[in-house]
């Protein structure tokens, strides 16, 4: 139990490892299973303690990408608690304690335990964003250099840095966003922050904690808190890591548990860490990933919380209409069940019977595999600017496993059900937002 006294309003900033664990290993995109309102099954989430009566989150990337913030691991701490002002902090310090003391000093000038949290929330992100922005120059610096080396002399290291990069340049419209946690039920992506035995700031600074800027420089860490209250409440508590040694993770569902249980109700997390989807040492990377981002920010479940309806209110809701554009659709998108199911079963019924019975044979599997490697290739070659062309061996194989997969596909199909056509079909659940008509 912690001796430490929580006041109801409290402001996190965490740099932490991040990761968003998967429930089970995913190989295939296409066999990503949903719930009834349309969230990836995979995806851990929780609901929030309703003790929390208003939280924002502020995340520095989006689902599956690497963040870039600087650490403090160059700084000398001593100089900073010296630092005589603002600009001669900026000067010694990384981005980390650059954050978190502007966002101290916003603090001891508003009186944020009174102030409505939502525009403390919105001026503590646009204090991040600008401090933060630095880093998306420095990124397309590198990744126009990097492109060059490569091209130059391939590494498979360094090939997986760029892709890394790429994606974090790439998601940026994504990021930095401010979320509401307690919209409606208030359901959340899980995710996990985890500190190793090496992760310890060398100068003391405050990189590699979970900070309560409430508390003074270089003592609001309380990692170690939320482990210890999270190993007492576990009927076969691990042992207790602290600072230096193994110290282990704890999840967003333990930061915000932990807080309540403290007595805190209002409560504003700035996220630092990265956001890769993760299964014990797998990262996943490529069409997975974009797969989850894309599910998660677009399922009315924005990333890190955001609104999600109890099951029953919201197979009525969505049952009642589907998005549906193409071939026979509406011209507004909006379909009823029926109307849907109708145009389904007259323009795409066969396509997807087909495409039902090929999620079952290993030839297409077998096809899809191959495609994806030789697509892989291709985009390595088209990096190093040379032509990748498939050796007639490998070509034949290739079209032989194709004949195989449509004559696979081809018999025995069945009919497509509800699930199934929403599936193929990339339909959504709900009326079309304005985008789509």
């Known amino acids: 139990m912690t001796t430490r006294t929580f006041p109801k309003t409290v402001i996190l900033s965490i740099t932490t490892h991040g990761e968003i664990i998967l429930k089970e290993p995913v190989t295939d995109p296409t066999k990503i299973t949903f719930t009834p309102y349309g969230f990836p099954t995979n995806i851990p989430t929780f609901q929030l303690d309703s003790r929390i009566k208003e939280?924002?989150?502020?995340?520095?990337?989006?689902?599956?990408?690497?963040?870039?913030?600087?650490?403090?691991?160059?700084?000398?701490v001593y100089d900073i608690e010296r630092a005589r002002d603002l600009e001669e902090l900026f000067n010694e310090s990384g981005d980390v304690t650059k954050i978190n003391s502007i966002i101290r000093q916003y603090m001891s000038s508003n009186n944020i335990q009174k102030k409505k949290l939502y525009t403390s929330a919105q001026e503590i992100s646009n204090i991040v964003k600008e401090l933060a922005s630095a880093v998306i120059s420095e990124k397309k610096e590198d990744e126009r250099e990097m492109k060059k080396e490569l091209s130059i002399m391939p590494n498979p290291?360094?090939?997986?840095?760029?892709?890394?990069?790429?994606?974090?340049?790439?998601?940026?419209?994504?990021?930095?966003?401010?979320?509401?946690?307690?919209?409606?039920?208030?359901?959340?992506?899980?995710?996990t922050y985890v500190l190793g035995k090496d992760d310890v700031s060398p100068s003391g600074g405050e990189d590699w904690s979970i900070s309560c800027l409430n508390f003074p420089f270089l003592q609001g860490d309380i990692f170690n808190d939320i482990l210890i209250w999270k190993n007492g409440a576990l009927p076969k508590p691990d042992k207790i890591?602290?600072?230096?040694?193994?110290?282990?993770?704890?999840?967003?569902?333990?930061?915000?548990?932990?807080?309540?249980?403290?007595?805190?109700?209002?409560?504003?997390?700035?996220?630092?860490?990265c956001a890769p989807f993760a299964v014990d040492d797998t990262y996943y990377s490529g069409k997975i990933t974009r797969r989850f981002?894309?599910?998660?920010?677009?399922?009315?479940?924005?990333?890190?919380?955001?609104?999600?309806?109890?099951?029953d209110n919201v197979k009525k809701e969505h049952t009642k209409y589907i998005c549906c554009t193409g071939i026979g659709a509406r011209k507004s998108g909006n379909h009823t069940r029926k109307q849907y199911?109708?145009?389904?079963?007259?323009?795409?019924?066969?396509?997807?019977?087909?495409?039902?019975?090929?999620?079952?044979?290993?030839?297409?599997?077998?096809?899809?595999e191959m495609a994806t490697r030789n697509f892989k290739k291709q985009m390595k070659a088209q990096l190093e600017k040379k032509t990748y062309k498939m050796s007639k061996k490998t070509e034949e194989k290739f079209f032989t496993q194709i004949e195989k997969c449509n004559t696979c596909r081809n018999k025995k199909t069945?009919?497509?059900?509800f699930k199934k056509y929403i599936e193929f079909s990339g339909a959504e659940l709900g009326k079309c937002s304005n985008s789509l008509v």
């Open 414 to 417: 069945r009919k497509c059900d």
């Open 293 to 311: 981002r894309n599910d998660i920010l677009g399922k009315e479940i924005p990333y890190g919380g955001g609104s999600e309806d109890n099951e």
């Open 55 to 76: 939280f924002y989150k502020f995340n520095a990337v989006a689902p599956g990408v690497i963040n870039y913030v600087e650490g403090d691991d160059e700084m000398d």
């Open 241 to 273: 890591r602290l600072r230096g040694a193994e110290r282990g993770s704890v999840s967003l569902k333990d930061i915000t548990d932990f807080l309540a249980d403290q007595r805190v109700t209002r409560l504003i997390i700035v996220d630092l860490t």
């Open 157 to 191: 290291d360094k090939l997986e840095e760029f892709i890394d990069i790429v994606e974090y340049l790439n998601s940026h419209d994504k990021s930095q966003l401010l979320v509401n946690c307690t919209e409606k039920h208030g359901y959340m992506v899980n995710k």
């Open 341 to 368: 199911l109708n145009v389904m079963n007259k323009h795409l019924k066969k396509d997807c019977s087909k495409y039902k019975k090929s999620l079952k044979c290993k030839s297409c599997k077998k096809n899809q």
